[in-house]
């Protein structure tokens, strides 16, 4: 049974106690510093939301959309500052001076204002739903006599609707291009018709915005692509003379881009503005505290201290259920049942950590019966077989002769080998793997390990190649270092078919030295490059011994490349090959 906490010495108690205290100092904190910042706070959120200065934003903007270049702003700039007793400033992106209403401090960290950028419309500052400004005319523009027929055309269509019972007005759309919005539908709307006109002057730029949207759209037949002034897109399948509104949407996402591509010669490019106090950028209006303004803020005080309270209490009370389940998980450790907390904090970060060790704990003990097996399974054959051969002569089957005691020698050596790894491995993970580097001659060692997997190789019709970049002498241990360079060419020619080769290469560059082992073999797959340095592991999951080896060489030579404070890495091909690469620091 879990004992009773004294009420003093309980979580709930003392987080109260820490909250509240907390609290205070905050609430009387934030109160005195809110006296402080409140007038600079409010001041540049004002300076920042241009809540003021939309009308300098737009007039910029329609600047921007109707030239090429800002060289003629500086007379605009100056009007309006003159109006707003404000610095107005223009800067390009890089905050190069475009134009500037009078001398006054550097904008060097000064957050501007707003970016004036015709393509890309500030809907918060003008409202409008358009990211490319209306107002951008470019090669679209109309003369005088094809803007008064266009009138003239949407201003009968206009009386039609009105006799309808419907209204609606004449705005101004895309390119500088009058159009008619419908505000209120009558019942005589649908017999109004109004086929927008393609003016003579629009032929041309519709046809070649047509070419890019398509281009964009990857349409093989431009021709297929149809737009109209008002920039509705129609697609029509010629196979069957409908709609195809797949390719319409396509066509219609690639229109943004086309349009910039086609208008930006027209367009001034973007610029970054600022409208700032003149003597100081980050200055602004006083806003001082009242009695009226200090009783409202004492008030809130007080209701977020009594809020505090309330809910320091709620969470308090919250935060001791999740903590009940992690004391009785952690009571059994035994048979740990999951926490479900999901909480991102510190019980919901304990809880996690406490599953993720009951999930390590199964895992280990998985790995260990695995380890188990797989030990039993690599010592069952070579038992076996002894047993077999020693039975047999017991009984006078066999005669203890040559061949017999060729094959119990070899049954023996290959258990000593399996042992012999084994505590290799045990004394890598232990951390005891006991090296000893002196100044080696890598070349001369790679020689000796050759010469010694030579009589394999020739067995097995490989040939065994050495290639080296110069003569390295590192820091190494010889011994193991061989034994690395050993497991890893046993290994290239146990899996490479006769007729095949393996290279062995050495370089030394940049303070690391570099062991390569490449062979011509049929290659690992893609799915099982990560586990072939895992223990036990063979690509065949036949666990035959028709390739030999006990599976933990390239463990083991895994290990003794940690212990140099180097690495392994292997890339392979299926039926081209596989390569083992060792990087070792050379000092």
Known sequence: MSERV?????????????????????????????????????????????????KVYDELLGYAATHSDWSGVSSLITARAAELDRRITLTTEDRRIIADSGAGPALDGVRPSATVDAFSVDAGLTGRTDHIDPRIVGPYRLTAAEQRTMRNQLT?????????????????????????????????SDLCELVPPVAKSEERP???????????????????????????????????????????AKAAGCLDASRRTQLEPYVAPPALLFV?????????????????????????????????????????????RPLRALTDAARNPGDHPRVTITS????????????????????????????????AHELRNPLANIRTWLEAVHDGLATVDGPVLTLLQDQTAQLQHIVDDLRDLAAADAGTLRM????????????QVVDAHLPNAVTAGVTLLTDHDGDPEPVVDPVRLRQLIGNLLSNAI????????????????????????????????????????DRFWRADQSRSRSTGGSGLGLSIARQIAAAHGGDITVRSELGAGTTFTVTLPAG
């Open 276 to 320: 700032t106090d003149p003597a100081d950028p980050t200055a602004g209006p006083v806003f001082a505290l009242s009695r009226q303004n200090l009783v409202r803020t004492g008030t809130a005080t007080a209701v977020v201290l009594a809020l505090a309270v309330l809910v320091t209490v709620l969470v308090g009370r919250r935060l001791t």
């Open 436 to 447: 000893h580097p002196e100044a080696t001659f890598v070349n001369d060692l790679v020689a």
């Open 156 to 188: 009968g269509y206009l009386d039609c609707l009105h006799n309808g019972g419907a209204e609606g007005q004449i705005v101004t759309g895309a390119h500088d291009r009058p159009k008619v919005v419908i505000t209120r539908l009558g019942k005589l």
């Open 494 to 533: 146990r899996h490479t078919p006769a007729g095949g080769t393996v290279t062995v290469r050495t370089a030394s560059a940049a303070g690391q030295l570099t062991v390569v082992v490449a062979d011509t073999g049929a290659g690992i797959a893609p799915g099982d490059l990560p586990k072939v340095f």
């Open 344 to 375: 991102r904090d510190e019980i919901g970060y304990l809880a996690a950590a406490l599953d993720e060790l009951a999930e390590r704990r199964e895992q280990s003990e998985r790995l260990r019966q695995a380890m188990v097996n797989d030990v």
């Open 6 to 54: 004294p009420l003093h010495r309980s979580l709930i108690f003392r987080l109260l106690a820490a909250s509240l205290t907390i609290a205070a100092a905050a609430v009387v904190a934030t109160a005195w510093l809110a006296t402080q910042a409140a007038s600079r706070t409010i001041r540049q959120q004002i300076g920042q939301s241009l809540t003021d200065d939309k």
């Open 206 to 248: 519709l046809a070649q915005l047509r070419g890019l949207v398509a281009a964009c759209a990857g349409e093989k037949k431009p021709d297929e692509v149809s737009i109209w002034p008002d920039l509705n897109i129609a697609i029509v399948d010629p196979d069957t003379s409908m709609f195809d509104d797949d390719r319409i």
